[in-house]
């Protein structure tokens, strides 16, 4: 089955640093997501971006589906960023697989004041 | 529009007994998919259902079952609980691939986190 790492695994940041978090996968996709899950474990999106780039404030973030890797790019950090951020991505359409994500391990981020 | 919602948020049972989630998807989502999340296997997936069926089905074994109503909303049944079965199960909606301007983004709910002792 289709394999997606993420890395760094953890990351430390002073509050105003940039950061680049990077997601590979295995095989070509037709979805991808990245989510952010704050300390209660709700899972928030982030970005759904299969392909291109997308930026929502201090959040861009990047995904080359010809050479299997998405970016997320977080700029200006700040202590609210702290938590885990998952890389998920989904193969097929309506009848293939459509509603299944595939995760990464995540990466853990703090960002001390 | 109201998002996901999921009951209980948290649950305490044994072993042996067995537990019953429930979710409700974003209002004119179709597809509810499960996921366990647990420290040493990360989120994976359980099952998704689409219109009443089950499309896709995870690596879990047989005592984790699922169904889903003629509103989309949907239950997981987990039976003779395992100390292992400790997670905390996470429900997302979408509105599935087929109609134009649909993508399959799913949304997550705030899940229920089981402690089975």
């Known amino acids: 089955g289709i394999q997606v790492e993420q890395s760094p695994p953890d990351l430390i940041l002073q509050e105003g640093a940039n950061s680049t978090l990077r997601c590979n996968f295995s095989?070509?996709?037709?979805?991808l997501q990245w989510f952010h899950q704050n300390p209660w474990g709700q899972l928030i999106n982030l970005f759904y971006i299969p392909s291109g780039t997308k930026q929502n404030g201090r959040l861009s973030a990047t995904t080359v589906a010809t050479e299997r890797y998405s970016l997320l790019y977080i700029s200006s950090s700040q202590t609210t960023d702290s938590g885990v951020y998952f890389c998920a991505v989904g193969l097929g359409g309506i009848y293939n697989q459509g509603g299944k994500l595939i995760f990464g391990q995540g990466t853990e981020l703090s960002v001390k004041p | 529009k109201a998002g996901v919602t999921q009951t209980p948020r948290y649950l305490i049972k044994t072993r042996g007994q067995q537990v019953t989630l429930s979710c409700s998807p974003i209002s004119g989502h179709r597809s509810v998919s499960w996921y366990q999340q647990t420290p040493g296997q990360g989120l994976q997936f359980l099952f998704e259902?689409?219109?009443?069926?089950?499309?896709n089905k995870g690596n879990f074994p047989g005592r984790f079952s699922g169904r889903q109503f003629s509103n989309s909303r949907s239950e997981m049944n987990v039976s003779t609980l395992e100390l292992g079965d400790s997670a905390l199960y996470l429900c997302a909606s979408s509105l599935r691939p087929g109609q134009v301007g649909n993508t399959n983004e799913q949304f997550f709910g705030p899940g229920t986190r089981l402690t089975v002792l």
């Open positions: 095989d070509s996709v037709n979805n």
């Open positions: 259902y689409f219109s009443e069926t089950q499309r």
